[in-house]
């Protein structure tokens, strides 16, 4: 980890960039004139992204108990299960905050303490005689993150190409090389040994490079975008078997969200920025979104995913609708549990506080540096409406047990001879399977 030394335009991060042309009207209240947030800095040599807050700092942690569900725990288990793999331990120490011990054992005590605890008063109780919370530095070295949202969505689509559908997802090319503990690309695999720097997307594309290796055919260049960003998608093939595909891969080139591009070239004022606007835009002029999207250099790769593993962030496991965070691997521990104190929409549009415990089980590539954070909101049109809604300052708290509390709390046995996580499954239909995924930006 840099810093502390130890994966895609999802529906926001495909309007991504718009938080450094927005004011975030409705998130905070300015009382002078601001210079732009830079919610992309990156950690000075050292910094830590965390910082332990004295008790009489700690926020109020009994809040997000009065609002938990069932899906915080099965979020929990899953995180618990990562732990019980030998991979994990590679992730840490995280230094200056955490060993492996700490943060497993963390994942261990919160469920526990959330099982056991009878009213807020007794939950709060023990989170403080048992546990640390360390906020975030944010972006400004005073907490500030921004939030955006992201989702796995549905579109109809062909294992061959037809009329209908004529524009590919790839699959992973054999050259593709990436980091094998974090999964950041590093180039392409030249014939002399050498890594060099892929070509952009429009190259890519114009030059037909991975043609012979199409995973499936969707109806629009927009569809394929949108699928890269988010990193994963539910396919409804013609004979409405369900056909599921997740991130494998991404070229080394810069990331730029489709958002920020139509704003700046006067297309959709920020005010009316969203994944509806933009797909309004496509309809009304496919031929201007195209070159904007090529701005967006990086380019995805897909594998067909079990749909009992769909989606799935980057600890390998699938991810929790509202209960799992993406943040960058490079400055957060991960598999832990995380306190969300930011504002979310309801389907109405209406703003709401979204103060919740989730666990850091993904990543991102327009998640990167300690100001940024992504909420999973699930699956289809609904879950699209409430990400591309997700676009507010807050700030987040990682808990980590004291150390003397780590060895009260050891893996469970079964979860300390857990198999391997769950891979891409070969390329075959998942009839009747349903489940939730995510994008250009993922890392796993």
């Not at 109020?60 to 938990?68: E, I, K, L, Q």
Request: glycine share 10%.
């Amino acid at each position: 980890m840099q810093g502390c030394s130890p994966r895609p335009l999802r529906a926001l991060a495909l309007i991504g960039s718009l938080a450094f042309f927005s004011a975030l009207a409705g998130c905070k209240t300015e009382e002078a004139p601001a210079p732009a947030p830079d919610y992309t800095r990156q950690l000075g040599p050292g910094e830590c992204a965390l910082r332990k807050l004295d008790p009489s700092e700690w926020p109020d942690v009994g809040a997000p108990w009065r609002v938990r569900d069932p899906n915080l725990t099965q979020a929990l288990d899953r995180s618990i299960t990562w732990f019980g793999l030998p991979s994990s331990k590679t992730k840490f120490p995280f230094m200056q905050v955490c060993t492996w011990d700490q943060a497993a054992a963390s994942a261990v005590a919160f469920k526990q303490v959330l099982q056991d605890s009878k009213d807020e008063a007794s939950f709060v109780a023990a989170l403080k005689q048992n546990f640390d919370v360390w906020q975030t530095v944010g972006w400004n070295g005073k907490g500030v993150v921004l939030f955006t949202g992201y989702y796995s969505p549905e579109f109809k689509g062909s294992l061959k190409q037809t009329g209908e559908f004529k524009y590919p997802l790839y699959k992973r090319p054999p050259d593709l090389v990436t980091d094998p503990n974090n999964g950041e690309p590093k180039g392409r695999a030249a014939k002399d040994g050498s890594v060099k720097p892929w070509p952009a997307r429009k190259e890519l594309e114009d030059s037909q490079a991975f043609k012979g290796t199409e995973l499936v055919w969707l109806q629009s260049p927009l569809d394929v975008y949108i699928a890269q960003v988010n990193g994963s998608a539910k396919i409804i093939l013609p004979d409405n078997s369900t056909y599921y595909v997740g991130y494998a891969g991404k070229t080394d080139r810069p990331y730029k969200g489709l958002g920020a591009s139509c704003v700046e070239a006067g297309l959709i004022p920020k005010d009316k920025l969203s994944l509806s606007a933009i797909v309004a835009l496509y309809q009304k002029d496919p031929a201007k979104v195209q070159e904007l999207i090529w701005k967006n250099e990086s380019y995805v790769f897909f594998a067909t995913y079990d749909g009992n593993n769909w989606p799935s962030g980057s600890l390998g496991f699938k991810v929790t609708e509202k209960e799992t965070l993406a943040t960058d691997k490079k400055v957060y521990p991960q598999g832990g549990v995380v306190l969300v104190d930011t504002q979310s929409i309801d389907f109405g549009g209406k703003k709401q506080r979204f103060m919740k415990y989730m666990l850091d089980q993904d990543t991102g590539g327009a998640i990167q540096a300690p100001g940024r954070a992504d909420i999973y909101m699930g699956v289809g049109p609904a879950a699209e409406i409430l990400a591309g809604g997700q676009l507010c300052e807050g700030t987040m708290y990682y808990l980590f047990l004291k150390p003397d509390a780590v060895s009260q709390f050891p893996l469970p046995a079964s979860k300390k001879a857990a198999a391997p996580a769950a891979k891409p499954a070969t390329a075959t239909k998942q009839k009747g399977l349903k489940g939730p995924a995510k994008g250009d930006d993922a890392n796993k």
